[in-house]
């Protein structure tokens, strides 16, 4: 190598260049290439199937620390600042978006804490997609993996910038129980139009670039404009804003509001409401929410007038505001039926912010069937209700949003009506039964016979459901 350095004039062109090369570890290039190709060939493959591959070596990303078998714990973690040592602007982008709050938005929820490891920290269930987010200051350097976010869609070690600009990539993530953007998406006309004719378009080109061949958009087209990283949409994840100009709307939406604990029962904001913002689970202002709501006309007026592109963003709004108007409505009976001492206070009451208000936060960790039935209309069919509106999806905006909400609907007034005939009957059995007894200690011995003689309990059993029947009817 000294030899070959030799032969060549030493410019200021081949000294920077030679600069370089070492401070990447190019020069130990062969030695990580030549041992990790023996114990794990495939991540070799992959990294010399991308661009990376070309130029830099394993010790550009994981440091110079490791260098054999007894040193493995030396070796350095990537993060997203260390892919932001390349590529700046995306990094920063990255970094003003949404993306880079899952790992954060994810802690916030209040039962977080108290769900199996794996399925948070160890990354096998909501930490499998939320560990996409920035980690900084969360108390993730006892972990060893899953640190970068950038590779969530830029799949390691290839990196691959054509992989991650095709809707499968955020498929991953986007799809099932929350928050089914593939499933909406792929089976939409723009999904059609990518699944029939994608494989002839042109992913080696930036999208800035991508209308020259693309015949129909993508994820990354409507969220990703122009390759920005900062993905961000007016409704957010929990589909609010907490300015309303719509008074009755503004009415529901407090409604919703509670049932998340960010305002407590008499409309005061929690602590959680100061969470919502930065984690930008809501738009706090409409001008914020409007300024993510123009970015949106301006991608769809590629393809469509700007006219079409509001009145369809505007359905969407509206499908949003009569699925609040169901939900709210819901929220209310629930939360009735613990004022009113129907339901039993939790275990966990202390930890309600807005009690009598349900937490539908909590997502499975409620109390009672009737929670049960609303965090499920809450996170999936209302989602699914104004989410597929925005992706153009009519099937599953009618029966598997709009149809499975109402049907809820009607499920927890029936259960409502149950329970609190249930509880007249139990008042009204109770009372009776505390009364105290008159007479002579004859009569309440002969009470007493009459208690035990055959045929008591199947009387009393009559008499209580004719009781009940006549009160379910008196309600219907």
Known sequence: MRQHFASVAMTPLVLLTLLILTCTGFAAASDCIDCHSEITPKIVEDFKSGAMGDDFDCARCHGSAHNSADNVNLVKMPTHETCGACHAEQDSQYMGGKHSLAWTAFQVMPTTKDQPK????????????????????????????????????????????????????????????????????????????????????????????????????????????????????SWGFLGVRVEEPNEEWADDRATVLKSYGVLDADGNATARFDLIGPAKLARLTMDEWNASREEMITVCGDCHSEEFARISLEEGDQMLREADRVYAESVEIVAALHRDGILPKPDYIDELPSYPYPDVLRFYDQSTSIEEDLWVMWMKYRMRCFQSAFHTNADQEQWYGWGPLKETAVAIKSEDRSLRAEAELAEAVGAGGTKEATGTTRAAESEAGAANAPGFGATFLVAALVTLSVLMRRRG
């Open 118 to 233: 794996e399925l948070m920290e160890g990354q096998k269930g909501c930490g499998g997609c939320h560990k996409m987010g920035a980690k900084d200051e969360t108390g993730w350097d006892e972990y060893h993996y899953g640190v970068v976010g950038c590779d969530n869609c830029h799949t390691r070690h290839s990196f691959s910038v054509e992989e991650a600009r095709r809707p499968e990539a955020c498929m991953t993530c986007h799809q099932g129980f929350d928050h089914a953007q593939w499933e909406m998406y792929s089976t939409s006309k723009h999904g059609v139009i990518y699944l029939t004719e994608g494989d002839d378009w042109d992913w080696s080109a930036p999208l800035s670039e991508a209308k020259a061949s693309y015949t129909g958009p993508t994820c990354q087209m409507c969220h990703m404009p122009d390759g920005d990283h900062n993905v961000i949409t």
